[in-house]
């Protein structure tokens, strides 16, 4: 009987060897004339345990991990095709708890599936939302997605369904479904791991956003940072089309859509969706005024949808589970789950998607196992460069949109990134000044210059040079950045550098009572 | 057979002429160009202008406002190290500075043989996995000084 081995093709089992791995399994098939059949898969999202290798067996698909290239044929010697134990076997993966207490609805088969057939997608509830949306018609989809609750993933929160009836409501004409997949923010690799191990999710969901709102075209910006992802997407939507999911009769029906993947060239402020826009129109990618809004004049000033990778992939399983399954979970105004990111100095790196509602310190400490180095953490970065820094007091924060904002951070994109206690954090505001400085678009003042003043400032504070007369113009330079920009990259600068400051005042050399007195 | 095609204005017309009637045609054309010669060199700036009937100065700063376009062909082989918050927190820093001491080159520089040139990125998305590094299109993860050593000798090979 064909031994089935799963080995994922995502760039984070890629990066620690995976390809070598795959390899290896050949090589040693061949040369024991062993009948097996290697799939490639996204991943599961435990990136620790990557090159995770997955066998077949009558109790599921069990796991071994971190697999090394040269160690693969003592691992099939040890039994491991039989799904036999070893000291690196998880047991069935479905079962282990890091990926069994998550709630899997937007990656319900990232990691499960051959990201490369439209068949394996549609035997694991595929093209399930667009039959249903198809079934109900435009203003049941929108109504539907209204009522699952979900808010853009990409960081604003903008409930989706909202800006989806916005374009609805404007005259037929020329739409468009823009799908920002420009994911730059540090700490963040979910809509790459969408994108490279479960493309047909994205499809569908820009396909069910097209039909809602009377838009026959889609754009994927896709960040020139992701190869893999961009071939994956790229293969996607050729057999999308060849399948007829794409085209002028999609799934046989009256409605027409089509898309294609356009590759963004490392400038972060794209991440912006009017500064997408602009580039997707051929033009140098500045940060738009708002009012107009893009769901008026948006794409070559059509009315446009733009979402998230996220936001739009999870549209699928509001459709064809109903927007009140979805609805049922989350806190508060948060609804359903968040793919939150856990990176930097962290032992169990990766993707855990699950309710809102979750503590900071549960995701750092219990999930995340804490850092990777062993030492303390010192400091939480959450939601990208432009989010606040988190010390350990604030752990009990809950993920969820209200309650970041209210601790004065953000949860923007779902990352978190854990440092140690050797973090610099003066360091690391100079390099949110420096950041912003280099990315800048250069269309607002506060902007372009605040950061570029920004960074001298932290220098001369770093440097205990009239540091307490500056501390005070830095505060003021944060508030004038914070509600002058035009968009969130320098609206938001202030956070990381004003939450570093504030929790941890003793790497910029000041003391803790000076500030709260300062506040 | 060398990576990258010498520049000649009538290849890189061709090339324009396969894009030119895409909406928005301007990244996927410097994006062509690039993929061809390794760079967009201003000699390209002109040809794009007259194809897309826009000024010489709408191209030109598209060209220098996003920072994957070059000016002269890179090294044979591109290094990328991600600089990003991710991986500062899990040793970047270090591993820059290894890096450019090994090669004896800054940020953004090239070796004197040519073999390889060292950028710094803001983010692969391997963030679970930091610090991370691209070779060409070969993603790194979990790197350590060890790990950047072997990878640094695959780059000069």
């Known amino acids: ?519 | 057979m060398p990576r990258y095609q010498p520049w000649t204005p009538e290849r890189a017309s061709e090339i324009i002429a396969q894009h030119q009637h895409e909406k928005g045609a301007t990244l996927p054309i410097l994006h062509a160009l690039q993929a061809v010669f390794g760079c967009v060199p201003l000699a390209a700036e002109p040809l794009i202008a007259e194809a897309l009937n826009i000024s010489r100065a709408e191209v030109h700063g598209c060209v220098t406002f996003y920072h994957d376009f070059r000016r002269e062909p890179p090294g044979r082989r591109t290094l990328k190290l991600c600089r990003a918050e991710s991986c500062q927190a899990a040793g970047g820093a270090a591993l820059e500075a290894r890096a450019k001491e090994k090669l004896g080159i800054g940020m953004g520089g090239t070796t004197a043989d040519r073999r390889v040139t060292l950028e710094p990125v803001y983010c692969l998305g391997l963030c679970h996995s930091s610090p991370a590094a691209m070779l060409d299109k070969d993603v790194y993860g979990m790197l350590d000084a060890d790990r950047l050593d072997a990878l640094l000798k695959e780059a000069q090979s």
Request: hydrophobic share 40%; charged share 25%.
């Open chain 1, 1 to 519: 009987m064909t031994v089935r081995i799963y080995i994922s093709r995502d760039s984070g089992a890629l990066c620690v060897g995976a390809e070598a791995v795959t390899e290896a399994f050949r090589k040693e098939a061949k040369e024991r004339g062993l009948d097996v059949e290697i799939i490639r898969t996204g991943s599961r999202g435990m990136y620790w345990l990557e090159p995770l290798v997955e066998i077949a067996t009558d109790q599921g698909r069990v796991g071994y991990g971190p697999v090394k290239a040269s160690k693969v044929g003592n691992l099939i010697d040890a039994g491991m095709l039989e799904g036999k134990p070893h000291k690196k076997c998880i047991g069935v993966v479905d079962d282990y708890p890091w990926f069994k207490n998550q709630t899997r609805l937007t990656f319900a088969r990232c990691g499960i599936i051959d990201p490369r057939s439209l068949d394996d997608y549609r035997a694991h509830k595929g093209y399930e939302g667009l039959k249903k949306a198809l079934d109900v018609g435009p203003e049941a989809i929108v109504e539907e997605v209204i009522s699952s609750g979900l808010r853009g993933r990409g960081g604003a929160g903008f409930p989706t369904g909202i800006k989806w009836r916005t374009v609805a409501a404007t005259p037929p004409q020329q739409k468009y479904i823009v799908c920002n997949a420009d994911e730059g923010d540090s700490g963040t690799f979910a809509d790459r791991m969408v994108m490279e191990g479960d493309p047909f999710v994205l499809i569908e969901g820009m396909t069910i956003a097209g039909i809602a709102v009377g838009a026959t075209y889609g754009y994927i910006y896709l960040r020139s940072e992701y190869p893999h992802a961009i071939e994956a997407m790229n293969i996607a939507v050729n057999e999308a089309r060849k399948a007829g999911f794409l085209g002028p009769n999609v799934a046989g029906s009256e409605y027409a859509f089509d898309m294609e993947v356009r590759v963004g060239a490392g400038a972060y402020v794209c991440g912006e969706e009017t500064s997408l826009l602009d580039s997707l129109e051929g033009k140098r990618g500045e940060v738009r005024a708002k009012p107009p809004l893009p769901a008026h004049i948006g794409l070559f000033a059509k009315p446009t949808v733009i979402n998230n990778v996220l936001s739009l992939a999870t549209v699928p399983i509001i459709m064809s589970d109903g927007g009140p399954f979805y609805r049922d979970f989350g806190m508060g105004k948060s609804r359903g789950t968040m793919p939150i990111q856990l990176a930097g100095n962290i032992k169990h790196g990766g993707l855990y998607e699950t309710a809102f509602g979750i503590s900071l310190g549960e995701l750092v400490d219990d999930i995340g196992g804490g850092t990777r180095s062993g030492r303390p953490v010192r400091a939480v970065q959450v939601g990208g460069p432009l989010g606040a820094y988190f010390p350990r007091e604030l752990f009990d924060t809950p993920f969820d949109y209200e309650a970041f904002a209210a601790a004065d951070g953000l949860i923007g994109h779902g990352g978190v990134v854990v440092f140690d206690d050797t973090v610099d954090m003066a360091q690391m505001a100079r390099f949110a000044m420096e950041f912003c400085a280099i990315e800048s678009c250069g269309k607002c003042t506060p902007c372009r210059i605040g950061s570029a003043r920004g960074m001298e400032l932290m220098d001369k504070i770093v440097a205990g040079d009239d540091r307490e007369a500056n501390l005070v113009v830095l505060e003021d330079l944060c508030d004038t950045m914070k509600f002058g920009s035009l968009c969130a990259l320098g609206g938001f600068t202030p956070y990381p550098v004003m939450s570093a400051l504030t929790h941890f005042p003793e790497d910029f050399g000041a003391g803790k009572k000076r500030l709260q007195a300062a506040e």
